[in-house]
C-alpha cells in the first residue's frame, strides 16, 4: 500500500531563512505528488505538483519541491520564508485507485 | 470561475443525530472525493462519487454515506453522530487525477 511519511511535525525557522519540510512516500509504482497548504481555520490549497518531466517542480510564491525517485522523497524548499507563510503543509500522493494519501503535515513557524 | 463550495461552514450537532453536508465542484469537475480532517491530523479519505455512483471508499463505517446528483453536486450523511466524528469535513473535485481542487470545508462539532 502507498503510505506518506512527513518526518517533521513541526519546523521552526526565522524569518528570512531557508526552509526545508521533508516528505517520502512508498510505493512501487508511478506517482504523482503533491504538497497542499493549509492556513489557519481555512481548507486545503495546492502548492505544487509533479505528474512528470522535469523533476524540479516551482509554486508561484517561491517554493519549490524535487521529485527523487531513488530516494523516494519529495522535499519542499524554500530559500527566504516570510511571516506570511506561516501554516501547515502536507505531502500527498495519488494512488492508481484514485485515492489522495497525506501526509501528517509539518506546522511551519516562522520566527521573527 | 468558482471553486469548490461547501456549506455549511459551521455545524454543531449532538450525540445520536444526523447530518448532511453539502458540496457543489468546480465547474468542469465530474468527480467529487470527501475526506475528515481530525484536529492535528491529515486528511483521511472517506469515498469518492463519479457517475452517481460511489467507486471509491475509505476505512469509514457505513454511517457515513453519500450522495452525487446529476449537476455532479454531492452531499455527506452522517448517521448516529460520536463525539469522535468532530472534525473538519474537506470536499475535493477533479476531472483527472493532476487536478484536484479542495472547499474551505465544514467544522463539524459534535457535543
Known amino acids: 500500500a502507498q503510505s506518506v511519511t512527513q518526518l517533521d511535525s513541526q519546523v521552526p525557522v526565522f524569518e528570512e531563512a531557508p526552509v526545508e519540510l521533508r516528505c517520502n512516500y512508498s510505493s512501487s509504482v508511478s506517482v504523482y505528488l503533491f504538497w497542499y497548504v493549509q492556513y489557519p481555520n481555512q481548507g486545503l490549497q495546492l502548492l505544487l505538483k509533479y505528474l512528470s518531466g522535469s523533476t524540479l517542480v516551482e509554486s508561484i510564491n517561491g517554493f519549490e519541491a524535487e521529485f527523487n525517485k531513488s530516494q523516494t522523497s519529495f522535499h519542499l524548499r524554500k530559500p527566504s520564508v516570510h511571516i506570511s507563510d506561516t501554516a501547515e503543509y502536507f505531502c500527498?500522493?495519488?494512488?492508481?485507485?484514485?485515492?489522495?494519501?497525506f501526509g501528517k503535515g509539518t506546522r511551519l513557524h516562522i520566527l521573527p | 470561475d468558482a471553486g469548490v463550495t461547501q456549506s455549511p461552514t459551521h455545524l454543531i450537532k449532538t450525540r445520536g443525530q444526523q447530518v448532511t453536508l453539502r458540496c457543489s465542484p468546480k465547474s468542469g469537475h465530474d468527480t467529487v472525493s470527501w475526506y475528515q480532517q481530525a484536529l492535528g491530523q491529515g486528511p483521511q479519505f472517506i469515498f469518492q462519487?463519479?457517475?452517481?455512483?460511489?467507486?471509491q471508499r475509505g476505512n469509514f463505517p457505513d454511517r457515513f454515506s453519500g450522495h452525487q446528483f446529476p449537476n455532479y453536486s454531492s452531499e455527506l450523511n452522517v448517521n448516529a453522530l460520536l463525539l469522535g466524528d468532530s472534525a473538519l469535513y474537506l470536499c475535493?473535485?477533479?476531472?483527472?487525477?493532476?487536478?484536484?481542487?479542495f472547499g474551505s470545508g465544514t467544522r463539524l462539532t459534535v457535543v
Open positions: 500527498a500522493v495519488i494512488t492508481r485507485d484514485d485515492k489522495i494519501i
Open positions: 475535493a473535485s477533479s476531472l483527472d487525477r493532476g487536478g484536484y481542487t
Open positions: 462519487y463519479y457517475e452517481e455512483e460511489e467507486r
